[in-house]
């Protein structure tokens, strides 16, 4: 008998065992904290558990995502996180929009999380990794952001690739060696 993948098992995607979405929020690089939350919980009310970390329930989803190669544009999603009770309106007011953050996005059946039929921290789908370019709505109900990709972040730059040659290694030879350097050399 072979062991069922995730892939596997995903279809059946109304059973018992449904998905559970999983998101992180790292603000630490601008001296905030790091949040986890989750739109489900268990079926007692409870926040949900996984790898020890606790997720709390918080209304969040994420709109608008792409996953296409034939698109000359990057794709910039939307993150809409409840604003009911201002659980993070004090930290966004006082980082500054949470501009920069990172949010981390996991899906795992509700069997995998601590405390299910087979918990197991490495059966998932992601992460898929988002940075917070700005925010975009804000009202009582609601906080909305749009979403980047690493490559789409500021001033990011991908290293150029250089050829150097061989520093009289193999006399006569001519042999290149690649290397990578942050920095372009004309």
């Not at 072979?2 to 596997?8: E, H, L, V």
């Not at 996991?106 to 601590?114: G, R």
């Not at 992460?127 to 980047?148: D, G, R």
């Not at 290149?176 to 920095?183: C, D, K, R, S, W």
Request: some cysteine; aromatic content about 10%.
């Amino acid at each position: 008998m072979t062991t069922p993948t995730i892939q596997s098992q995903l279809e059946v995607m109304h059973s018992a065992d449904g998905m559970v979405d999983l998101f992180k929020l790292d603000c630490s690089a601008f001296g905030g904290l790091t949040y986890y939350f989750s739109p489900q919980c268990y079926t007692t009310g409870t926040n949900i558990t996984w790898g020890g970390t606790t997720y709390n329930l918080m209304p969040i989803g994420i709109d608008n995502i792409e996953h296409k190669a034939s698109t000359s544009t990057l794709p910039q999603p939307t993150l809409t996180i409840s604003n009911v009770g201002g659980v993070l309106l004090s930290q966004i007011v006082s980082l500054g929009d949470f501009t920069g953050a990172v949010l981390t996005h996991w899906k795992t059946k509700a069997s995998y999380l601590d405390g299910g039929v087979n918990p197991d921290t490495t059966r998932f789908i992601g992460p898929e990794v988002w940075y917070i370019f700005q925010k975009t709505s804000h009202t009582n109900a609601m906080i909305q952001w749009t979403l980047s990709t690493a490559l789409d972040k500021p001033g990011a730059q991908f290293p150029i690739r250089q050829v150097l040659k061989d520093a009289g290694i193999n006399p006569g030879i001519p042999v290149y060696f690649p290397g990578v350097t942050p920095y372009r050399i004309n």
